[in-house]
């Protein structure tokens, strides 16, 4: 006997267990067939990723090699990365992700059924690629002091080995990461889960802290500069962004969204 699944393009991604149940009068019988995991998938058109341009999905969802630039504005660098999104195992260890965020064990049964849609899953992925809100998340961001006892962020090339040392270590945070770091694994997981991804680097990067648009300098009356305002420029910053369709907000918001997964302030 042969059969055909055909699953709604906004379906529940993750794991599902297959079961053949056959009736007989008042006799049922069930047979155990195996699991099959589903995901989102950028090729079909009712999907909210589908991506229309193949070579854009051959880049942003295929590709298991990028580049990310680092540095600063007068001197850019660009560091070659491994996404390696089809790596054996790495599946598993994106999944069990989805199951160990704050989200799921606060309520599972919403957040499972929410989990066909990209929006939500780029924000429960973007909480657990940092292990700063105590949510058993992939890595522990450090900018100052000594990297001794750890890996120091810089020598870190790829996705991989850090996704199967957070496995390893028990789902303990791996240290240490810093925004590229942060941003590479994140491209990864969403990749791996199908979503259409990639990484922007921005330099001369204003850190807005109160939220007014503007990068605020204080001096007193002599020209003297006061160390009142907590707003900065880093020479850098990296952050993703995933395609996926806005139903919420309007067709004119469709396309690549923000997402960065570096620890700053609590968002709203």
């Known amino acids: 006997m042969n059969f055909t ?5 906004n379906a ?21 067939l195996g699991q099959f995991v589903l ?12 991506m229309a341009n193949e070579s854009e999905r051959q880049e942003y969802v295929l590709n298991e090699n990028g580049i990310i630039f680092v540095g600063n504005a007068k001197y850019i660098e660009a560091r070659g990365w491994y996404y390696g999104q089809f ?25 499972v059924s929410r989990r066909g849609d990209p929006k939500y899953v780029g924000r429960v992925i973007s909480s657990m690629i940092n292990g700063n809100d105590n949510d058993n998340g992939v890595l522990l961001g450090k900018w100052q002091g000594s990297f001794h006892s750890h890996e120091n962020p810089s020598r870190w090339d790829g996705s991989v080995v850090i996704l199967q040392k957070w496995r390893q270590d028990n789902y303990k945070p791996v240290q240490y990461g810093q925004c590229w770091v942060f941003a590479g694994v994140m491209c990864t997981v969403l990749r791996c889960l199908g979503i259409p991804t990639r990484l922007v680097s921005n330099f001369n990067s204003a850190h807005d802290v109160d939220r007014n648009l503007s990068i605020d300098k204080y001096y007193d009356s002599s020209g003297k500069s006061l160390n009142i305002s ?3 420029t880093w020479d850098y910053h990296v952050w993703n962004e995933s395609w996926f369709i806005r139903p919420d907000l309007g067709t004119s918001y469709n396309g690549w969204q923000v997402l960065d ?3 700053q302030e609590q968002s709203k």
């Open 39 to 50: 995901l989102f998938n950028p090729w079909c058109p009712g999907d909210d990723v589908y």
């Open 5 to 9: 699944i055909s699953s709604p393009a």
């Open 12 to 32: 529940v991604i993750g794991r599902y267990n297959l079961i053949l149940q056959v009736t007989s009068g008042n006799k049922i019988f069930s047979r155990f």
């Open 230 to 232: 907590k707003d900065s």
């Open 261 to 263: 997964a570096t620890p």
């Open 87 to 111: 790596q054996d195992d790495l599946l598993n260890i994106c999944l069990t992700m989805l199951d160990l965020s704050l989200y799921y064990r606060q309520d599972p049964a919403i957040d």
